[in-house]
């Protein structure tokens, strides 16, 4: 047991996500999430599929058979029922609370890691899950931060550093500057670097690609749309603002780094998003090329 038998935790966790077309990072990213996970707690992994038209589906046949540990769930196509990506989201989500909920195979995983599949989870350790998980507050949900600039404007709340929907932001300053000088006060400019030695920062939401939960976060509430201004925030923020008001605590913990530069965040440096303005959105096939070459230089650094 590596945790203080105050904290109510147990040595299991499970670790979720949603998936589509994600052929070509899903294998990488599970089997290193099962890896650093591996060697502090007692892992399972669930994924919820849908709407795939690429090879995600074969992949995760194979990696059923590879690892004991991990099933998924396809939803097959959705995207007719509901249009909208976040509401295809929010259903998803809702899937796997409810395996948390009702299947035994998870009852006895007193910690919930939901990720994102797209490439995000590429830095993570386990000395820096377990120092995460062994700091001296008192939380219920962290949330990890990245080598580059924090990128995920739209799950943060935050009193000072982003307290509203950047979206929303975005459409009122619009109506008085051009939309990318709007864009880039509401989104660009908040993406802001965190050192991995800073102190826990408090949330009222926030992702990042990585959030570890206490189970009851996921016990007593859902990501459904719970009224009006729901329908204008995304998945995380619905679920996180529900858990706040039942006094629920959220941190982005520093030193819990999942990523250097991202498809994200390279966007908060100007020069590339001159780059992908002038390179990628003329859809020339050399400067496409190109681009994609800097973009792999760079992440990979």
């Known amino acids: 047991m590596l945790f203080d038998s105050t904290s109510n935790f147990t040595n299991e966790i499970l670790i979720v996500g949603t998936a589509r077309n994600v052929q070509s990072t899903i294998e990488k990213e599970i089997l290193n999430l099962n890896l ?6 007692s892992v399972k992994i669930l994924i919820v599929e849908s709407d795939s038209n690429d090879e995600t589906i074969k992949v995760m046949q194979k990696l059923r058979e590879k690892l004991q540990n991990f099933n998924f769930i396809s939803l097959g196509s959705l995207e007719n029922q509901y249009p ?5 989201l929010r259903h998803c989500r809702n899937v796997y609370i409810n395996e948390i909920r009702h299947n035994t195979l998870y009852s006895e995983c007193g910690l919930v890691a939901v990720i994102d599949l797209d490439g995000i989870n590429t830095c993570l350790k386990s000395e820096n899950i377990i120092a995460a998980l062994n700091l001296n507050l008192k939380w219920d949900g962290i949330f990890a931060n990245q080598l580059g600039p924090y990128y995920d404007i739209l799950a943060l709340r935050h009193a000072h550093w982003n307290p509203q929907n950047c979206s929303k932001q975005i459409q009122f300053l619009s109506q008085y500057m051009p939309w990318k000088r709007a864009k880039k006060i509401a989104v660009w400019d908040k993406m802001i670097r965190i050192p991995a030695t800073a102190p826990p920062i408090p949330v009222i939401s926030a992702f990042g690609g ?29 679920l996180h603002r529900k858990a706040t008001v039942q006094n629920a605590n959220f941190f982005i913990i520093p030193s819990l780094i999942n990523s250097k530069w991202n498809d994200h965040n390279l966007g908060s440096i100007n020069i590339v998003r001159y780059a992908r303005y002038v390179l990628y959105k003329r859809r020339r096939p050399i400067t496409q090329a190109f681009f994609r070459y800097l973009k792999n230089k760079i992440t990979t650094s």
């Open 36 to 41: 650093e996970f591996s060697k502090i707690l």
């Open 210 to 238: 990585l959030g570890i939960y206490k189970r009851w976060v996921f016990e007593s509430n859902d990501y459904s749309v719970d009224g009006v201004d729901a329908l204008e925030e995304i998945d995380h923020v619905t």
């Open 84 to 88: 909208d990506r976040i509401t295809r």
